[in-house]
């Protein structure tokens, strides 16, 4: 089986796994008062330390744990805005965690104003700086993008803000760049930054927030009190250690390196074959890349290399009645026919350079296949 | 005093000499249903009705759902049974009100209803309501007795075999006659929302159904596949067991694809349908095919459109019991069937790639069979029937 379907999930890091194993014993309650509770405390306080540093920050106040990715960029949009007629910008690029959490503030009357992409998947940072000419107070835009693994100048973005509007609150995704590329919360200059634990290798149910000043972030579940009150519910020792684990034995630019090498075997395969266009600029994430095949359904080549035990991602998912469009590839002005025969290759460093061999030809000559028979 | 479920059924009184028949197949289907729940349970005549005992009384909600969804059964109650004597009448229905919340159920008023089939009961109907009603009274002074419009009838059930049944609610179910009483058919269910309750419909009349789907993989996903199983479980409870017949239909879409006018793509998958369905049928004993087409909800629904689809069929016939439907009453049943929310979950009809920009509405069937010509029908269909996948339900 080869799999290529990465930036959906990955597959348990074997030091994820030996790490959940060996803290079987440390089943207590973090938050009770007998010894083996704090003993408990301290590695889950260690744990955290570790991912802070990867992240770049020192400390644990600054970083939230949460139930998921999805959970945290909940956090940050509906702990941090308040009531305002002041403008709430997303970018048009975000994935549903956020996007959702934009329609649902436009539902609730807020001003929520998008910024459309430039053709390769970034924000569009000129149209940006228009739309920061007006009073602005929660911006969110991700880091880097989960379709087609565009890369959005963050610190850059920060900087515009920040000097239009200082009390902007920043938050980014940085779901698909933890781990996969350098990031260092400080330079980024966000406020706000959510990652996830189950795209790099450890488990699912484990995500964080980087919070730069807890004091203006309000919780949006109550409880307990833990993690500094903003998010109540018993920690999940295990799985924070797993992340930390995991994080910590990670060489970002070295897998940066390995995963390019992939990538870019990939592009060149395809250079040349008619009818194939890669849509991922070659400025984007080399962990993501998004390809389409000209006249045939993209869910329809995903289901045919599936037999061939290749697994790659859809770009567009076919619906009730009409093929559903991917909104990512539609922004970037990617045509409806192009649209609905995008796939999505996401890589890891578990996969070899002769499984990308082996599934670029099977893709391909699936592709073939399935214009003949469609002929 | 027990806790039993009384069933009350419908139509099948009216069945002079067959109705032992009716009987035992309601009987065999009400057994069905609620053993899932609760194996120990038993079932019982007693007068008209019968009754549901001997189960966990955890289970007592799930046995009344099971039971809402067995056609022919009018309605049912949650009954307490006691014996038939005056003095555990009265204590029975004063423990009742302390104990039962949903006995009155806050009404403002009532009324009690005594029924007495046994007529060696010692006091009459209407001299024993009075009494009973004084104990209600007695309880709660502040109710009011109704006996024209009361918002809560206590119904007090004197039968003859000694025992007496207590009750308050009457819970309405779908009526019908037992499934497995008016012949065998195949439903062609799509994963829309239409055949599901084509299914129910057609079963609710007695029909024993089977089901039969087809998918065009890769080009529909394995999830759509899915949903239809979904469905098909979410219908067992009214249809009883049953097997889905998965036909795969890739190679004979692409080759009329390939070989006929893109026009006459719908047209012609509807008729090869039919054909399968009537091999089927043939093979497996089915009396009719049952679509759950609409009248002029889309193209290939129009009259002229089902009669070429149906003219292809020699010896069975198409049942269409949501043909005169509109769709916002197919959606209502849906949802009280409970079918709507898995039918709307957006896996079906990828295979929208071979639909035709401009379908035929009104195909003339001349020209279907000339195009048709084009195919090799006979080994499309016999594969196609080789290679069905069976799935018990």
Known sequence: MIFLDNASTTKLNKMAISEIEKSHDLFYNPSAVYGKSLEVKKLLDEAKNKICNFIGTKFNSNLIITASATEADNLAIFGSVKKTDEQIVFSMGEHPAVFNCANELKARGYNVVFVPLNSSGEVDLNILAEI????????????VNNETGAINDIAKISKMIKSAWPNAIFHSDGVQAFGKIPVNVVNLGVDLYSI????IGAPKGIGCLYVKNISKLKPIIFGGGQEFGIRSGTENTQFILAL???VENLDVVKNYDYVSNLNNYVREFFSDKQGVVINSSVNSSPYVLSISFDGVRGETLVHLVEQFDVIIGTGSACSSKKTANNRILQAMGISKKLNEGSVRISFSVENSLDEIK???????????NLKERLK | MEKVVLLRYGEIHLKGKNRGLFDNQLIKNIEQAIKKVDENCSIKKV???YLVYNFNQFNIDSIVESCKKVFGLVSLSIAFEVNSTIEEIISSLNQLLEDEQFFLNNAKSFKVEVKRADKNFPIKSTDFERELGGVVLEKFPNLKVNLTKPEKTIF???????????????????GGMPVGTSGKGLVMLSGGIDSPVAAFMMAKRGMKLNAVHFHSFPYTSQQAKEKVVDLAKLLSPYLGKFNL????????QEEIHKKCKPAYMITIMRRIMMRICENLSNKYGFQAIITGE????????TVESMTSTESVLKNIPVYRPLIAFDKIEIISLSKKIGTFDTSILPYEDCCTVFLPKNPLIKPKIELVEKEESYLDLESLISEAIKNIEIIEI
Do not use: W
């Open chain 2, 245 to 252: 017949y998965v036909v795969s239909f890739t190679k004979i």
């Open chain 1, 196 to 199: 996830s634990g189950h795209k």
């Open chain 1, 132 to 143: 920061l000419k007006k009073p602005t107070a929660f911006v969110s835009i991700m880091h």
């Open chain 2, 47 to 49: 007068g008209g009705r």
């Open chain 1, 244 to 246: 930390a684990k995991v």
């Open chain 2, 294 to 301: 609409n009248l002029a909800q889309v193209a290939s629904q």
């Open chain 1, 358 to 368: 082996t599934a670029c030809d099977i893709i391909y000559s699936q592709y073939l």
């Open chain 2, 156 to 174: 007090v059930d004197i039968r003859e075999n000694g025992k007496t049944y207590i009750f308050s609610e009457k819970i309405e179910c779908f």
